[in-house]
């Protein structure tokens, strides 16, 4: 009898403790899902392994709701300054917003769920020779320890248009191959502008991450340079057009910020200068443009926010610089969205949308089987749906135009974060279209794409010949750990720009 007893008892332990069990587990659950979606799209706990999230992710995340954790400062190494603005941002909570009981218990719950690594898939490029494009690597001996931070093609002049983290204002002749030296200012280019007769030039500030604001935009007017009095959060780029038909300027800023940021517009006043309004203070924004996404003749404004809450958001312009906000696309707040471009995929006559994620300095630099280029079409009504991925570690920019001239769209990706002690992986991928209502392509790379680390891409007829030809420019400031014989290559080769020069009007020419 005691042995059933015993039996019986045991049971019972095992069904409570079962239960309990059960019941920690979804409220860890519950607490995970409500306390990420308060901010972003809670990340896959299985996108990253156990040390990162204990020992990176989980560490800040506490201290955003006020956990003090010993061996966890986020002012740690800061200036005092920069701790000032970092307490002012109110992102490293003081009163803590979490019971103890309930912070261990989210710990537990993603530590155990999370696997020890997070693997990469086994592929190889297709090609690693690009039959439509020659490479031609460019050095400008003139003007050496060149660091890009501005890269554009400008059509109208036929010139590469380039500026530096010294505040260097170029451009390039590549039919000639002058360099032309334009003006500087004192901190690194991230945008150049031409509006009728004013040049607006965006200067980023401080290029490391910095709660402390210090862009500005220089005006340059008959000749003379002024800048406008708003200093600006880590301003990254800038779009210039006349939003409400007024024939006036409005400049649309992505303040990528650090902790804090915004999406704003410089609004010209009646005493010819700009006032400030904001259209969204999330962190890093670092892209817009300008489209009427909804067909009623106004202009809206699409950009891309790549920190926290990663999303492509339309704002449509309801009146005059009214806007409402629609988050049309949401990503992973560790997928690091880089870029996009609006293009028309399926020529149906609305704006599908391709993106790439690859940011890899922050936290939780690995590998990443998520990072590569995705193409979002449009079902008309702007709701979009992801229908291709390519996977490419550390994808940071892509181009999109028809490079063979076969009716279709094809890509190309480049990669600031590829892993440089796989040799499989490249900084750059050519994407060939072969069939575009089947999302098929064909990848493939080149050995120039090893000569140094790019940062930026642009696309356009650099050598006038009909077709359209690639620009990458060159960066080797240490983002990430590199292979010291991979940066040692980079010194001995010195490439600032490798221009791919399109031979597909050429073969026609010939034939």
């Avoid at 061996?71 to 000032?84: A, L, T």
């Avoid at 989210?106 to 020659?134: C, K, W």
């Avoid at 910095?210 to 002024?226: L, Q, Y």
Wanted: proline share 5%.
């Amino acid at each position: 009898m005691r042995i059933f007893r015993y039996i019986y008892f045991v049971a019972i332990l095992s069904l409570l403790s079962s239960s309990c069990s059960k019941n920690k587990e979804k409220k860890a659950l519950a607490l995970y899902q409500a306390r990420c979606a308060a901010c972003h799209i809670p990340p896959d706990i299985q996108s990253l392994s156990k040390e990162l999230w204990k020992n990176k992710v989980l560490p800040d995340m506490g201290a955003r709701m006020g956990v003090r954790n010993p061996n966890y400062n986020p002012y740690k190494g800061r200036s005092y300054q920069e701790q000032e603005a970092m307490m002012k941002s109110g992102i490293y909570s003081l009163p803590q917003t979490i019971k103890n009981e309930d912070w261990q218990l989210l710990q537990d719950y993603i530590i155990q769920q999370a696997p020890d690594s997070v693997s990469m898939p086994n592929r190889e490029i297709t090609h690693h020779e690009i039959a439509i494009f020659g490479p031609r690597p460019i050095s400008f001996d003139t003007l050496p320890g060149l660091m890009f931070t501005y890269l554009n093609f400008d059509g109208p002049s036929g010139k590469i248009e380039l500026g530096d983290m010294a505040g260097r204002l170029l451009n390039y002749d590549y039919t000639t191959g002058r360099l032309r030296y334009l003006n500087a200012y004192s901190r690194p280019i991230t945008a150049f502008n031409k509006s009728q007769h004013t040049t607006y030039i965006t200067a980023v500030g401080k290029l490391n991450p910095s709660e402390i604001p210090s862009g500005r935009v220089f005006v340059e007017k008959e000749g003379t340079t002024t800048h406008l009095p708003q200093v600006l959060h880590r301003p990254v780029h800038t779009v210039v057009d006349d939003l409400n038909g007024d024939g006036k300027d409005e400049l649309i800023i992505s303040e990528f910020g650090y902790l804090t940021g915004k999406l704003s517009i410089l609004k010209s006043n009646d005493s010819t200068g700009f006032e400030k309004q904001v259209l969204s203070g999330l962190p890093g924004v670092i892209r817009s443009v300008v489209k009427d996404m909804d067909g009623d003749g106004r202009k809206d404004i699409v950009a891309l926010f790549s920190q926290g809450d990663e999303s492509i958001t339309i704002f449509y312009q309801e009146d005059d610089l009214k806007f409402t906000m629609d988050k049309v696309i949401r990503f992973s707040p560790i997928y690091g969205s880089s870029w996009f471009e609006l293009i028309d995929y399926d020529n149906d006559g609305d704006v599908d949308i391709v993106t790439v994620n690859g940011d890899n300095a922050d936290l939780t630099f690995i590998p990443k089987p998520y990072h590569g280029m995705r193409l979002h079409i449009n079902d008309g009504s702007n709701h979009f749906e992801e229908k291709y991925f390519y996977p490419l570690n550390g994808a940071t920019r892509v181009v999109a135009r028809d490079f063979d001239q076969d009716g279709d769209i094809d890509f190309g990706l480049l990669s600031t974060f590829p892993n440089y002690h796989n040799p499989k992986e490249s900084s750059f991928v050519y994407l060939e279209n072969k069939n575009a209502q089947d999302f098929t392509f064909e990848d493939a790379t080149l050995e120039e794409a090893n000569f140094a680390r790019w940062l930026l891409m642009d696309a356009g007829d650099v050598d006038n010949d009909g077709d359209q030809d690639i620009i990458l420019s060159s960066f080797s400031y240490a983002f990430t750990q590199v292979p010291i014989e991979k940066t040692k290559y980079w010194r001995e080769k010195g490439i600032d720009i490798l221009v791919l020069e399109n031979k597909t009007r050429s073969g026609h020419e010939q034939q």
